[in-house]
């Protein structure tokens, strides 16, 4: 199980602001997108044709919008999820979809507005319906909490004879005791039992994560990019890798982090 922070997401539309938001997100999904990649559709209408001069309508307003929610969307999950901006002939439509890869207009016609319904695929935000513009906000959080990667980590490291360094005397300037020396071990590391690994999106958002006895822990994480670290104090310094990509894919992502055993210098 994992713990985290919620930070700003901001904007909320070209002139507002956002402020922090509680965490509420559970381990949702998208049963019409499971084990698919997905990205984010941006459906804004075309300019007024020449029967509809009469209508009052903002167009520049529209591809602003469409601008700005793509910026934010593409620097809050640092580009991993793919944002793309279709123009419909809808008066006044400004939706906002997730889409299954297969449907992306690169592999053939865009599939939107009721066709995009119909395949299943969940519209975020519709100013048809709500008769507003969007929040920008609520549209990430909306993401977040709805594209729940299912994540699961196998911790490996060399392993110590006991929790605690090897003190001797002085306890000072010595290493820990292997249960096996790095020269002589052979084959894979074993399981890295009951550490807690720290891990940070790009964002500031922030898990604990606690691995069993087997070196084993999960969680769900959204799309981004991940640091991770183990909790101190503790006997490991670097982890490889030190930082991870959960891709856009409602597909589950197995890890596996490697943990070094921290370098004491000896003085003699």
């Known amino acids: 199980s994992g713990r985290r922070r919620a930070s700003s997401v901001g904007p909320a539309g070209p002139s507002g602001s956002v402020s922090a938001a509680t965490d509420t997100r559970g381990a949702r999904s998208v ?21 509809a001069l009469t209508v009052r309508m903002e167009m520049d307003k529209y591809v602003s919008y469409a601008r700005m929610l793509k910026q934010a969307v593409e620097e809050y999950f640092g580009g991993v999820l793919q944002v793309v901006i279709l123009e419909v002939s809808a008066l006044y439509a400004f939706e906002v979809r997730l889409m299954p890869e297969d449907l992306h207009p690169s592999s053939g016609r865009p599939c ?45 490291g060399e392993l110590e004879a006991n929790s605690r360094p090897g003190t001797g005397d002085s306890g000072e300037g010595q290493r820990p005791e292997l249960e096996e020396s790095s020269a002589s071990q052979q084959g894979p590391l074993p399981p890295l039992p009951r550490v807690t690994l720290l891990c940070r999106h790009i964002q500031g958002q922030e898990w604990k994560l606690h691995a069993d006895a087997d070196g084993r822990t999960q969680t769900s994480w959204f799309p981004g990019f991940y640091t991770l670290r183990l909790e101190e104090p503790c006997s490991y310094d670097t982890l490889t890798p030190e930082m991870i990509t959960v891709p856009a894919n409602f597909s589950p992502l197995e890890l596996t982090i490697t943990a070094a055993l921290r370098s004491f210098a000896c003085f003699l």
């Open 112 to 156: 939107v507005a009721d066709e995009a319904i119909a395949a299943r695929c969940p519209t975020l935000f519709s100013k048809l319906q709500n008769k507003r513009w969007p929040n920008f906000e609520n549209i990430i959080h909306q993401i977040i909490d709805l594209c729940c990667i299912p994540v699961r980590i196998q911790m490996l």
């Open 31 to 51: 049963p019409s997108l499971e084990g698919r990649a997905f990205y984010l559709q941006i459906e804004h209408c075309r300019g007024p044709r020449e029967k």
